[in-house]
């Protein structure tokens, strides 16, 4: 069996230093917010080139916050692409603000630059665009369309750690406000729940800070009306040590990447347009025969996802948002897209084999 992923085989080597540094703590007992959580903040920060980090508890939680530091009026609009994980609508509606839906861009994962201009409007107060499947939205085209208007960008990094812009910045550095999630199966995960904002402003820094730790960085002074959402100092280990082998395993992922790219040939199989310097969090093909396709890989003993099965409009929990509204590209993805292993971990004989049966389809 070809596993989608191994997270035990990512970390084998990691163990025993992780569990060292887990018994200081349990001498120490700064689990909450304790110096591991401002090391790996000072590291993550050095990392994406940005000047400030705030851990959270999650991605949705840094989504959420990074909205509600902007203090924005009631139902202001936040443009989000219409093919995303649910929490980035969720983060939207939970910080008392308007989703509004953009298509994705025909056969790529983020959002389409030709339909975000026809739905920005004078309520229009941020575009959240996000980087799906590692790969990089151009920041800069959007900051180029929004010149001169009173629009933040806040981007959704959760799938693109260490990921570049094709001007070779770094994700984390390009928006007014960016988040990433640690969901264990990310690019950089913890084991458990966890999530950093980053910045580049010490205005948004501030305030921040503040909103993940009930309002409050002086202990019993609680100014803003916060949320319970800090990183833990367990999850900052890890990710302290997780850190450390990024780089490598991205390096991996591209190359597996290519290897698809080129290899793969069988008309019935489309590849998706990824950026330049992605990260490939998730490597996605096309295929309209999916249902024949999954028989296939089932065969073949090699696991598959899905990201996403259904676009945003069409999850149930926002029938009441977007009635009657269309979003061919993103229903296409949802419709027919299905994610292959891109483990960094896969052996030469294993993405070989993939790519055998892929072509034996
Ligand atoms: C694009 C995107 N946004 C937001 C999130 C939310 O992150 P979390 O699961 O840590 O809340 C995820 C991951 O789950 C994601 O993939």
Do not use: W
């Not at 200081?24 to 994406?48: P, R, Y």
């Not at 026809?118 to 959007?142: A, C, D, R």
């Not at 998730?282 to 990201?307: D, S």
């Amino acid at each position: 069996m070809i596993k989608f992923l191994d997270i035990y085989k990512q970390d084998k080597k990691l163990h025993l230093s992780i569990l060292n540094n887990f018994k200081k703590i349990f001498k120490k007992g700064d689990f909450i917010l304790g110096d591991d959580v401002t090391n790996f903040e000072s590291n993550f920060s050095k990392f994406c080139n940005s000047k400030f980090s705030i851990g959270c508890a999650n991605g949705t939680d840094a989504l959420t916050i990074a909205l509600k530091s902007l203090n924005l009026k009631k139902n202001s609009e936040v443009i989000i692409p219409a093919m995303t994980y649910c929490s980035t609508a969720f983060s939207v509606i939970n910080a008392n603000l308007k989703p509004v839906l953009v298509d994705t861009e025909f056969m790529k994962s983020t959002i389409s630059i030709q339909h975000l201009k026809k739905k920005i409007n004078n309520k229009t107060k941020v575009i959240m665009p996000v980087h799906l499947y590692g790969s990089v939205m151009n920041i800069n085209e959007i900051k180029k369309i929004i010149r001169g208007k009173d629009i933040f960008i806040i981007d959704d990094c959760a799938q693109a750690h260490g990921a570049k812009d094709d001007s070779g910045n770094k994700v984390g550095s390009l928006a007014d406000i960016s988040t990433f999630s640690f969901y264990p199966g990310k690019n950089l995960g913890a084991y458990g729940d966890a999530g950093v904002i980053t910045t580049n402003f010490k205005k948004f820094y501030t305030i921040i800070k503040k909103l993940r730790n009930l309002g409050s960085e002086v202990k019993f002074k609680h100014d803003l009306i916060g949320m319970n959402s800090r990183l833990d100092s367990l999850q900052a280990i890890i990710l302290n040590h997780k850190l450390k082998q990024l780089s490598k395993f991205n390096s991996k992922r591209r190359k597996i990447a290519s290897e698809y790219d080129n290899k793969i040939v069988n008309k019935k199989i489309e590849k998706l347009r990824y950026s330049k310097f992605s990260v490939y969090h998730q490597y996605v093909l096309v295929v309209k025969r999916r249902n024949e396709f999954i028989k296939h890989l089932k065969k073949a003993k090699i696991q598959y996802g899905f990201h996403y099965p259904f676009a945003i409009h069409q999850l149930d929990a926002f029938k009441e948002y977007f009635k009657s509204e269309k979003f061919p590209n993103s229903e296409m993805l949802a419709k027919y897209g299905i994610s292959i292993p891109i483990d960094p971990n896969l052996s030469k004989n294993e993405i070989n084999y993939i790519i055998s049966k892929l072509n034996s389809f």
